[in-house]
């Protein structure tokens, strides 16, 4: 006898077909994966930043440009002056024969040198010798006298240098020292301006740090020194 079958019964489920899901698979996108893409307003905000920084450093090189093009025009009205230190002030006389003295005797040059104009800078103290500014008619004098002043004042206490405004004075004395350092290693330094160039190079505190380091070295040595003498 032949039992009736439930329907469905011992019917084979193909996995494939099931409407169930495999609670071990996550759900299927069949949309393309694509990366995180930035936002409009961020891509704006980056760009604008770019474009302030752009701002900021044309903003820079123009002002360090008009900087140095004031600077230019200073010492190109400085070029005919020179300062002469040392001459002892008289009160009774007049800087420009004081000046005039000065060159006779101590450079040797003996000729007439016209002088447009002379004074003393910096406030009177007492045992205190104030440099003369000088402004020279001829500009052939007065180069004649400032390549004369190192071969005829050295070990001397007078000192003849070009006049340069206060903001190429103050880099000069930083760079003074890297300069005599320098020479004293053998290398060939020249501080031309508000510029020093080693080697033919300008200089650069990084490239040249070992010049810098030789001069803290010194210093240190010589605070050391000093506090073993006392």
């Known amino acids: 006898m032949t039992k009736n079958?439930?329907?469905?019964?011992?019917?084979?489920?193909n996995p494939s077909s099931?409407?169930?899901?495999?609670?071990?698979?996550l759900p299927q996108n069949n949309d393309t994966a694509?990366?995180?893409?930035?936002?409009?307003?961020?891509?704006?905000?980056?760009?604008?930043?770019?474009?302030?920084?752009r701002k900021k450093a044309e903003v820079s090189d123009n002002n360090e440009r008009l900087r140095?093009?004031?600077?230019?025009?200073?010492?190109?009205?400085?070029?005919?002056?020179?300062?002469?230190?040392?001459?002892?002030?008289?009160?009774?006389?007049?800087?420009?024969d004081l000046v005039k003295a000065f060159v006779r005797t101590e450079l040797e040059i003996v000729r007439e040198i016209p002088i447009v104009k002379s004074y003393i800078i910096g406030k009177h103290f007492d045992g205190k010798i104030r440099?003369?500014?000088?402004k020279f008619e001829n500009r052939n004098d007065r180069q004649d006298i400032r390549f004369a002043a190192p071969k005829h004042l050295k070990g001397k206490?007078?000192?003849?240098?070009?006049?340069?405004?206060?903001?190429?004075?103050?880099?000069?004395?930083e760079l003074l020292p890297i300069h005599k350092e320098a020479r004293k290693q053998k290398l060939k330094s020249v501080l031309k301006?508000?510029?020093?160039?080693?080697?033919?190079?300008?200089?650069?505190?990084?490239?040249?740090?070992?010049?810098?380091?030789?001069?803290e070295a010194m210093d240190e040595g010589g605070a050391q020194g000093g506090d073993n003498g006392n």
């Not at 329907?7 to 489920?13: H, S």
């Not at 099931?18 to 698979?25: A, L, V, W």
């Not at 206490?157 to 004395?173: C, L, M, S």
């Not at 508000?194 to 380091?213: A, C, M, V």
């Open 5 to 13: 079958r439930h329907p469905g019964q011992n019917k084979t489920i």
């Open 18 to 25: 099931s409407k169930h899901n495999d609670p071990t698979k």
């Open 34 to 53: 694509t990366l995180p893409q930035k936002s409009d307003s961020t891509k704006i905000s980056s760009t604008s930043n770019q474009q302030k920084k």
């Open 68 to 96: 140095s093009s004031v600077l230019d025009l200073q010492c190109q009205k400085l070029n005919e002056h020179l300062v002469f230190y040392g001459i002892d002030e008289q009160t009774d006389e007049v800087t420009d």
């Open 131 to 134: 440099p003369i500014v000088v």
């Open 157 to 173: 206490p007078f000192g003849v240098n070009e006049h340069f405004p206060h903001e190429v004075v103050k880099i000069r004395k």
């Open 193 to 215: 301006r508000d510029k020093l160039y080693i080697d033919g190079e300008l200089f650069d505190k990084t490239k040249h740090s070992h010049l810098i380091k030789q001069l």
